[in-house]
């Protein structure tokens, strides 16, 4: 049974390009959840969503970020215009439709860097 | 609002050692508690977790850690720590209505004297 994938593992971008993080949950679950690391920091919650629908977004940005969950394929963390502060590690992670509150499974991350 | 506190940014144990890493939190309800690790460059791994019950609860890699509701606490143990076991530990806070997401705390990095 695969694990939560992401991708890309790393990416690269210049100030003011975009960035699309993708996230595939574990085979069954239906919520995913994306944390965001800064350095030397612990986990910050971002958005909570399952399919089609965006439950809990209290802890993105205003600006600049989005995410989705499309019926079919990938969550997708977008993040428009970057800026060296977006620098960071993006876990997604994900959790089975009826598990308990805040068994989450996580992937490896996806690690961005903005020069 | 749910909160996590480990006051410990930097711990360094020799091998063999025992070890305990703090963790104390601040939840309107009785919470669901949990400790993950992550190995540099890597994602998380749930190590242990409690819902209810046994407020001493087993995990892998020979982990344990006690919820304690009195000193809203909810420590990490384990006997004897292994070179392998050098990594960066969170504790987490889960639950609340309509809400699934975990609050970590800022994590305590684990390095291990040979």
């Known amino acids: 049974n695969a694990g939560v994938m992401q991708n890309p593992r790393h990416l690269v971008r210049r100030r003011g390009q975009e960035a699309r993080l993708r996230c595939s949950p574990m085979?069954?679950?239906?919520?995913v959840y994306w944390y965001r690391q800064l350095p030397e920091e612990g986990l910050k919650f971002m958005v909570y969503l399952q399919k089609e629908n965006i439950i809990d977004e209290s802890g993105m940005p205003k600006e600049r970020f989005s995410a989705e969950f499309p019926k079919e394929g990938p969550s997708i963390l977008r993040i428009q215009q970057v800026v060296r502060g977006d620098s960071a590690a993006y876990f997604c992670?994900?959790?089975?439709?009826?598990?308990?509150?805040?068994?989450?499974?996580f992937g490896e991350g996806s690690r961005l860097t903005v020069l | 609002a749910q909160s996590v506190t480990q006051p410990d940014i930097h711990i360094t144990v020799s091998e063999g050692a025992s070890l305990e890493l703090r963790c104390n939190y601040s939840y309107g309800a009785t919470p669901y508690l949990f400790w993950y690790v992550q190995s540099p460059g890597q994602g998380l791994q749930l190590l242990l977790k409690y819902f209810s019950g046994d407020t001493l609860v087993q995990g892998i890699k020979g982990f344990e850690a006690e919820f304690k509701r009195s000193q809203s606490s909810f420590n990490l143990r384990k006997p004897s720590v292994h070179w392998s076991d050098a990594a960066e530990y969170f504790c987490a806070v889960g639950g609340g209505t309509g809400r699934r997401a975990l609050t970590f705390g800022s994590g305590t990095r684990l390095q291990v004297q040979p």
């Open positions: 992670a994900s959790s089975p439709p009826r598990g308990r509150t805040g068994e989450l499974f």
């Open positions: 085979k069954g679950h239906s919520h």
